[in-house]
């Protein structure tokens, strides 16, 4: 009877062991079923982010990039998330240069890279990031507009002017192009084109108030108090209450004000 025993638990483990590697085995993945999935997440992260829903937008780029670690797309979708979500300038512009290396040629990449490198405080390196999704898709005027921003904080204003100059030059509609011309011609010296130029900015967007706080800088370089401040008031009108306004404008005036009544 031991021996029947024996046998007959022996027969069991047998067929234990046989059958055990197929009640462990993972289901196979589909192949099609996973790509139409990343698809989808994809999609939906790249209009996440545009709602800038970055918490849930980096739920879905971490599906992808544990089935597919080389995604460009999700790479690049990342580091938008770690920039602007995130606020981690460093490892966006790690992801974003590893998304440029698997594919040179995608403007919105070159402009993630220079939105992480303007917040490292790196300008110049911004503007030539900038220069390159300008070159990649010339239609969009508010890559050059950037670029113009990015050299006029760096100084270099005869670049800034050449590039703001072509934005007008192929799509004047661009907001804020003719303020930020204003600008850098202001810095220049060139200050009675500059007044013309905030002039048309006034024209072009009434809503834009830097191109007030640009004429009032020019009229006091120029010694036209009153205008100044005709300019300094309106600017406060159009923004009561900013750091700007409050920090700037106002003491302008004051300042203004009393240098004349002394």
């Known amino acids: 009877m031991v021996r029947l025993a024996a046998c007959a638990l022996t027969v069991v483990l047998t067929a234990v062991s046989v059958l055990a590697p197929a009640c462990n085995n993972t289901p196979a993945v589909d192949p099609a079923e996973q790509a139409a999935q990343i698809k989808k997440d994809l999609a939906n992260a790249a209009a996440r982010v545009n709602d800038e829903k970055w918490e849930e937008a980096g739920a879905m780029l971490k599906r992808v990039l544990e089935a597919e670690p080389a995604n460009t797309e999700a790479i690049a979708l ?3 998330v770690s920039l602007f979500g995130d606020k981690d300038a460093a490892k966006a ?7 440029i290396a698997a594919k ?17 405080g790196k ?9 390159k999704a300008s070159q990649l898709d010339p239609d ?13 904080r760096a ?23 003719y303020s930020e011309l204003g600008d850098v011609l202001r810095e220049q010296g060139k200050l009675d084109e500059a007044l013309t130029t905030y002039a048309k900015a006034m024209i072009k967007y009434q809503g834009d108030k830097t191109a007030h706080a640009g004429a009032a800088q020019v009229y006091e370089a120029k010694g036209e108090t009153q205008k100044a401040i005709d300019e300094w008031s309106t600017y406060i009108r159009m923004d009561c209450c900013s750091e ?4 700037v404008a106002k003491k302008r005036i004051a300042e203004l004000q009393q240098g004349r009544a002394g």
């Open 78 to 80: 990342q580091a938008k």
């Open 93 to 99: 512009l790690e992801l974003v240069d590893k998304a």
């Open 104 to 120: 040179a040629d995608v403007a919105d990449y070159h402009a993630t890279r220079a939105y992480a490198l303007e917040k490292s």
């Open 123 to 131: 300008d110049a390196d911004a503007a030539a990031a900038w220069g």
């Open 140 to 152: 969009n005027g508010n890559y050059g507009l950037h670029q113009g921003q990015a050299l006029r």
């Open 155 to 177: 100084k270099q204003f005869e670049q800034a002017e050449a590039v703001l100059r072509e934005v007008v030059k192929n799509d004047e509609a661009v907001k804020f192009v």
């Open 244 to 247: 700007f306004s409050n920090n």
